[in-house]
């Protein structure tokens, strides 16, 4: 006779057992640059750029007269430093400013896809073997135009965002060579694929974090949600305009401050007369909270005393008990 096999339980939890075994590669987190590209700011840049693809699509079949496509494949954020190292050692980048926005962005197009475009403008089949060197003066200006449409349309899809005015002011076939950014700045990478008859190319547009940030952020926000929503902030804000208005705040009449020395204060009785440090023909300081706001002249009205507002000045002075003045003689 043989005995059941025991049943062992699993402590484990399924899920997360389940969730193991599904996770990918891990990626590394740098603690030294935390990550500030939000999943709203990448959203945004993601439906611009959507746009650009099309239009650059349509930009490179008319040009070239041969099937092409492009198509976004990641937005991240990394160092400039990273993204030149990221780069071949000999390519196509097209520096351009970004205004305005400060700081600088950079287009960049394998030499290899470059060659291509310039053989089938130019007449030719653009096949696969193209040769690797810096351009022509004859195949730069046929490039240039090429780069300044896409740049054309890069403008038109970011104005949702920002409306930047993107215009060319270098080509470096070195990435080492090209300063459009210090090393330790933070850049945002559009990465894209460009196809030129099925062959695949890579396509990367970069841009300064620093200056897109803010435009993102705005972009980003959320929008009231009607109408009755606009007009309810408008009237909580006339209202608490209205009510802060209306506040009464202490005011001060004073005369401007005088020295005096500690033992004629020690010194003084009933009947003792004290010279002050304020001209006859000065008028007083209105005071709040310290601030000068106005200058008066002292008076009455009726039984009681009053101060008749002779200049005001929109910049606050400085208070009167700070206001500097020659010593006086004291009795």
Do not use: W
């Amino acid at each position: 006779m043989s005995l059941p096999t025991p049943l062992v339980a699993d402590s484990r939890p399924p899920s997360r057992t389940g969730r193991r075994a599904r996770t990918g590669v891990a990626t590394p987190y740098d603690f030294s640059q935390p990550i500030q590209l939000s999943r709203e700011h990448s959203r945004v840049l993601q439906l611009g750029f959507d746009s650009f693809t099309r239009q650059a699509t349509t930009v490179f079949t008319s040009v070239l007269r041969s099937v092409c496509s492009v198509t976004l494949t990641a937005i991240d954020q990394r160092s400039y430093a990273e993204y030149i190292d990221s780069l071949d050692a000999m390519t196509y980048l097209t520096i351009f400013t970004t205004e305005p926005m400060p700081g600088r962005g950079v287009l960049n197009l394998p030499l290899g896809a470059v060659m291509s475009c310039v053989d089938h403008m130019l007449g030719g089949p653009g096949t696969a073997r193209q040769p690797k060197r810096e351009l022509t003066e004859i195949e730069t200006g046929v490039v240039v135009g090429l780069v300044e449409r896409l740049l054309s349309e890069m403008r038109y899809s970011m104005e949702s965002i920002v409306a930047v005015d993107p215009q060319v002011t270098g080509v470096e076939y070195s990435p080492q060579f090209a300063q459009a950014a210090s090393a330790s700045e933070v850049m945002v990478v559009i990465a894209m694929e460009l196809r030129i008859d099925e062959r695949p190319f890579p396509f990367t547009v970069c841009l300064p974090f620093a200056g897109l940030h803010p435009h993102l952020t705005s972009a980003a926000a959320p929008a009231p949600v009607s109408s009755r929503e606009r007009a309810q902030r408008e009237e909580a804000a006339r209202t608490m305009r209205t009510t802060f208005e209306d506040v009464p705040v202490e005011v001060s009449v004073r005369f401007r401050s005088s020295k005096v020395d500690p033992l004629l204060l020690a010194d003084l009785a009933p009947g003792d007369v004290l010279r002050l440090g304020h001209p006859a023909a000065a008028p007083l300081d209105l005071t709040v909270e310290e601030q000068a706001l106005a200058h008066v002249t002292p008076g009455a009205q009726g039984g009681r005393l009053a101060a008749l507002i002779v200049s005001t000045s929109n910049r606050p002075t400085a208070s009167a008990a700070n206001r500097p003045f020659a010593p006086q003689e004291n009795r």
